[in-house]
């Protein structure tokens, strides 16, 4: 077996072995050239898209990934529709300069954006902002944050408690939510299911994010 064979063999078992992506390895589409893989198909969730990526970078002899993955949507929307959503989002956002965003979307549900914000939080929250739209099956962020700020796990945790803020499903005054290697855990009582599923999502849509352990119980 050639090196690129043993690669897409190696993932291919890494996937099989994670809770996100057992249901969803046999749509997923692994190519391999030289060390570089390329990760093609649908999957469920953007849990599934984010751990797709990082476990397959993580398989000795892996160079690069190139994520083309799209998540699966109940509500498909034309492009035009979701651009409008989007920049709608963003305008309702008070601190974006949403007229220095491009936001660009094709006809399967991808967005691209590209432009230049001031701070980590708003490129992260233009991100979620985006997969918060229904019929959204990709997020290129190409965003340019200037003057450039130095991440940490303490600022993803205040700008993953900002973003929990901003969805209604979701009151984080109630539990905690800790950050340690990008790995993000949940601890604490909610109120609902919806509550708990929407907050481990909020937590996946955000970049920067390599792992969710959702703890939290009903009340």
């Given at each position: 077996m050639n090196p690129d064979h043993q690669i897409v063999h190696q993932v291919e078992g890494v996937f099989t072995r994670n809770a996100h992506l057992a249901s969803n390895h046999r749509s997923l589409k692994i190519h391999c050239e030289s060390g570089y893989v390329t990760l093609s198909g649908t999957v469920d969730t953007v849990a599934?898209?984010?751990?797709?990526?990082?476990?397959?970078a993580a398989v000795i002899g892996v160079k690069g990934v190139e994520d083309r993955l799209r998540v699966a949507t109940a509500d498909p929307m034309?492009?035009?529709?979701?651009?409008?959503?989007i920049r709608?989002?963003?305008?309702?956002?008070?601190?974006?300069?949403?007229?220095?965003i491009e936001i660009?979307?094709?006809?399967?549900?991808g967005v691209i954006l590209r432009g230049?914000?001031?701070?980590?939080?708003?490129?992260r929250l233009c991100e979620v902002l985006c997969w918060w739209v229904p019929g959204v099956t990709e997020v290129r962020n190409l965003l340019v944050v200037n003057p450039a700020e130095e991440d940490s796990d303490e600022e993803l945790r205040?700008?993953?408690i900002i973003v929990l803020e901003k969805d209604v499903l979701v009151n984080p005054k109630k539990f905690r939510v800790e950050v340690r290697g990008g790995r993000v855990t949940l601890r604490g009582q909610v109120d609902s299911e919806t509550e708990r599923d929407a907050a481990e999502k909020?937590?996946?849509?955000?970049?920067?994010?390599?792992?969710?352990?959702?703890?939290?119980?009903?009340?």
């Amino acid at each position: 077996m050639n090196p690129d064979h043993q690669i897409v063999h190696q993932v291919e078992g890494v996937f099989t072995r994670n809770a996100h992506l057992a249901s969803n390895h046999r749509s997923l589409k692994i190519h391999c050239e030289s060390g570089y893989v390329t990760l093609s198909g649908t999957v469920d969730t953007v849990a599934a898209k984010r751990l797709a990526s990082s476990l397959a970078a993580a398989v000795i002899g892996v160079k690069g990934v190139e994520d083309r993955l799209r998540v699966a949507t109940a509500d498909p929307m034309g492009d035009l529709e979701i651009a409008d959503h989007i920049r709608h989002a963003f305008i309702q956002e008070g601190n974006l300069e949403e007229g220095g965003i491009e936001i660009e979307t094709d006809l399967e549900g991808g967005v691209i954006l590209r432009g230049v914000v001031h701070s980590l939080i708003q490129r992260r929250l233009c991100e979620v902002l985006c997969w918060w739209v229904p019929g959204v099956t990709e997020v290129r962020n190409l965003l340019v944050v200037n003057p450039a700020e130095e991440d940490s796990d303490e600022e993803l945790r205040d700008n993953l408690i900002i973003v929990l803020e901003k969805d209604v499903l979701v009151n984080p005054k109630k539990f905690r939510v800790e950050v340690r290697g990008g790995r993000v855990t949940l601890r604490g009582q909610v109120d609902s299911e919806t509550e708990r599923d929407a907050a481990e999502k909020d937590c996946w849509y955000t970049p920067g994010v390599e792992d969710v352990d959702n703890r939290l119980t009903l009340a």
